[in-house]
């Protein structure tokens, strides 16, 4: 059975050298990919409302840091439980694999031989003054990279990053995260 997750990032208004509270961030604008029609989209603070029908629908919330970052910024906005929307963050996959973490520019880097276009402080720069369009396009760079990333795990069973010995490969099983495992063929009549 075919799953439709959403790829979802959000920029803050503030960092934690302000709040040391996620809710407290303040989003400035949020953007996903939506797998069940393979648009984009883009919400600014004041539509997000339009965000939680998609995130709630959605088979899995991806994204890199997104259950310990971007879910929890939104339940400040949020009228439920964040809890609701199920997250599959790509970063806990890593840190569960090799130990640590690492950025998603590390891993795109290694992986798909991409760079990020720039990093959450220049996001908050862009929202203090004002460039918006700047800053919303920012946001979807980082979601179509996470996409493609997620992509390329599901492809290959693997992506990597970079260590001083070179490039090492962390074995990733993500394919479940995009259609149901096993043989979904029910039997519709009742044994005798």
């Not at 520019?105 to 990020?116: C, S």
């Not at 996470?146 to 795990?153: P, R």
Request: a negative charge; charged letters at 30%; proline letters at 5%.
């Amino acid at each position: 059975m075919q799953k439709f997750p959403v790829v979802f990032d959000l920029e803050t208004k503030y960092s934690f050298r302000e709040f040391d509270d996620p809710k407290r961030l303040e989003v400035s604008v949020a953007a996903l990919y939506d797998y069940r029609d393979h648009q984009t989209k883009i919400f600014e603070e004041k539509e997000l409302n339009k965000l939680f029908p998609i995130l709630e629908s959605a088979s899995y919330v991806v994204g890199y840091n997104v259950a310990n970052f971007d879910i929890a910024v939104l339940q400040a906005y949020y009228p439920g439980k964040v809890s609701v929307f199920t997250p599959f963050d790509i970063l806990d996959d890593i840190k569960s694999k090799i130990g640590r973490r690492i950025s998603l520019n590390e891993v795109v880097g290694a992986t798909l031989e991409k760079k990020k276009s720039g990093h959450g402080l220049q996001a908050i720069n862009l929202y203090k003054e004002g460039k918006i369009d700047e800053l919303k396009q920012y946001c979807m760079d980082d979601v179509m990279l996470t996409k493609e990333l997620f992509e390329y795990g599901i492809k290959n069973g693997e992506i990597f990053y970079l260590t001083p010995n070179g490039k090492l490969s962390i074995p990733v099983d993500w394919k479940k995260y995009l259609e149901e495992e096993g043989n979904s063929d029910v039997p519709l009549t009742l044994p005798f």
